[in-house]
């Protein structure tokens, strides 16, 4: 008899719980929705009235004179995307691929760690040290101001290596040992094998990885607001000053009001539009692998 | 929250407590239900934190809330540490956001004062506004280099993107670079409508969001020119004289300095109570008379002998 209370009073508690995870769960979505339902119900009407060519394509971001072409910054952010990418992809792949299929259980074990501390580093301490050494050192080096899509791109590459380096890890060990050796005993070098067995096999994932630093590297601000110079136009070169769709938001909003304040959502619904189609690409990826396993 | 239905709420929380004491007493002589003891430690602390926050919120004390221009920001905050000094009890809350946030918060009176550095627009007249002090705007360059003086006109064009080489204006052969504050600052609402007038500044300029680094940018960079409040400069940058004028306090007085704004403090209605009160002490003597230490310029004195 005792028992049998003991087992309903466990189930009773496992409701409880069940019950109060759900509202936890339920109220992280219901975060999500307010947050998309205020961006748009802020950023849509204006986005409306001007036109939303106007908005794409127009190259004058002048909110005192009600002209709010978003075109240079989100060339901005692409292009400072695309630069972090460059520099980021390249290091990350090449890192977890030595951590994975080349170095010792010991330095692997020591180096992971260490990698994915980056990713606890502020961002701001990336701005400001960006700042301090990286802008002086191209200004020096390479002329202009030093604030630049350059330094923007490098401080992003190093801020989602740590993103690229994890999930590749991953993936790359998802590929079952039974590849290796069949490429192995095939005749192939360690190299060889990486090159046409490990990597092909644990590609979605490597894209998945990719995707998602490069989400990390659109979303970011304060880093790049302390580097990229901010100028509302579209770059000529590495070395000019650029601003991001992200940079535009947290630059103005401080003193913006009435229409400028709300072109300055309108920025966010952009951002965030832009950010979805990134996610889902990153999710369809992730899923392509799974389906493969 | 009144004493009742503090009263009723602390008794509920007694006997939300005394519930999960017993529970968590019961779960420990049961070992499978180890976990839940987490549970019940977190919320019987969530709950705790609740009691103490809502008893926070009962100790009121006399309060007002000034916001606004974060060029005002500073000195503000040392305005009101003297004043809360002087009437103990009283908690001032200086908060930043800029001239147009400031300027909405009075409206909406979330704020009992708003701070302002640009003038008002139009639409924005009904406020009451007192001028609490002026303050200087000063064109700065990199203590190195060779151009000290420019006329408006030269500035304007540097702004604009006409001028790009400091070589026309008698300095080295490098490309200037010209820092900014964003749009919508005081700051730079000011310098559009002193310097710029109707032109446009270059879309090519450095975009900055606050005076210090500004100056910061500046003070490394040997070839930047940018804007900041008088007020901030320090021995790091230079100050360029308009037209041969150094922007002194004496001539900004004789008005031959010309680059200069007012701080504005706003209410919705005419002042009275204690941000009447806060209003007058930082028109006093008092504080006007430590004003041009800051770098700021005492209203009297303006009023006094010059009229704008």
């Given amino acids: ?293 | 929250m009144n004493a009742e239905s503090k009263k009723y709420f602390q008794g509920f929380l007694r006997r939300g407590c005394q519930i999960f004491f017993v529970r968590a007493f019961i779960s420990r002589h049961q070992s499978q239900l180890r976990p839940l003891n987490f549970t019940t430690w977190f919320l019987i602390l969530a709950c705790c934190s609740f009691l103490l926050s809502s008893c926070r919120l009962h100790s009121g004390s006399e309060e007002i809330t000034v916001a606004g221009s974060t060029s005002i920001q500073p000195f503000a905050d040392e305005w009101a540490e003297l004043f809360m000094r002087k009437k103990p009890g009283l908690v001032i809350n200086i908060q930043g956001g800029g001239s147009s946030a400031g300027i909405m918060a009075v409206r909406e009176g979330s704020a009992d004062i708003g701070m302002s550095s640009r003038e008002l627009k139009d639409d924005e007249k009904s406020l009451s506004e007192i001028i609490v002090a002026y303050d200087g705007l000063a064109i700065i360059v990199h203590p190195s280099n060779p151009v000290s003086s420019l006329t408006i006109d030269q500035v304007r064009s540097i702004f604009a993107g006409e001028i790009v080489s400091w070589k026309i204006l008698n300095g080295v052969d490098k490309n200037i670079t010209v820092v900014v504050r964003e749009e919508g600052s005081g700051t730079r609402g000011a310098f559009q409508e002193m310097v710029m007038g109707q032109r446009r500044i270059s879309k090519k300029a450095i975009v900055e969001d606050s005076n210090g680094v500004v100056r910061e940018i500046v003070s490394h960079d040997r070839n930047s020119i940018g804007f900041i409040s008088l007020g901030l400069v320090n021995d790091k940058v230079k100050a360029i004289a308009q037209d041969g004028i150094e922007p002194t306090e004496e001539a900004i007085l004789k008005r031959e300095y010309r680059l200069i704004r007012p701080f504005l403090f706003l209410t919705r209605e005419k002042p009275e109570g204690l941000p009447e009160e806060f209003i007058d002490f930082v028109l006093s003597d008092e504080i006007q008379s430590r004003l041009p230490q800051d770098g700021l310029i005492p209203v009297k004195k303006i009023m006094a002998g010059h009229r704008f």
Avoid: C
């Avoid at chain 1, 180096?111 to 802008?135: D, H, R, W």
């Fill in chain 1, 1 to 293: 008899m005792a028992g049998g209370n003991m087992i309903a009073r466990h189930e009773g508690s496992d409701r409880l719980i069940k019950i109060s995870l759900l509202v936890v769960a339920f109220s992280a979505v219901s975060v999500l929705v307010i947050i998309t339902i205020f961006i748009f119900e802020q950023g849509l009407p204006i986005m409306m009235k001007y036109g939303l060519k106007n908005f794409l394509l127009g190259q004058n971001w002048f909110p005192s004179e009600k002209s709010f072409g978003l075109l240079p910054m989100i060339v901005g952010s692409l292009l400072v995307t695309l630069g972090a990418l460059v520099i980021g992809v390249p290091l990350g792949l090449a890192s977890a691929i030595f951590l994975t299929e080349f170095s010792n259980r010991r330095v692997s074990r020591f180096l992971k760690p260490v990698i994915e501390l980056l990713a606890g580093i502020p961002s701001v301490v990336y701005g400001f040290l960006g700042l301090m050494f990286l802008v002086p050192f191209i200004r020096e080096k390479f002329g202009g101001s030093g604030l630049s899509v350059l330094a923007a791109s490098i401080i992003l590459g190093i801020m989602i290596l740590p993103t690229i380096i994890s999930i590749s890890i991953d993936s790359i060990r998802a590929v079952p040992d039974s590849y290796r050796e069949g490429s192995i005993a095939l005749g192939a070098t360690r190299w060889q094998t990486v090159r046409m067995v490990v990597l092909p096999a644990a590609r979605s994932g490597l894209v998945a990885g990719i995707i998602l630093g490069m989400g990390r590297a659109i979303g970011e601000t304060m880093a790049v607001i302390m580097v990229a110079g901010n100028a509302a136009d579209i770059p000529g070169s590495l070395l000019a000053p650029v601003r991001t769709l992200t940079s535009n938001i947290a630059l103005e909003m401080a003193y913006a009001s009435g229409e400028h304040r709300e072109a300055l959502f309108a920025t966010g619904v952009v951002l965030f539009v832009i950010i979805m189609i990134l996610n889902f690409l990153a999710n369809l990826a992730a899923r392509k692998q799974y389906r493969k396993k």
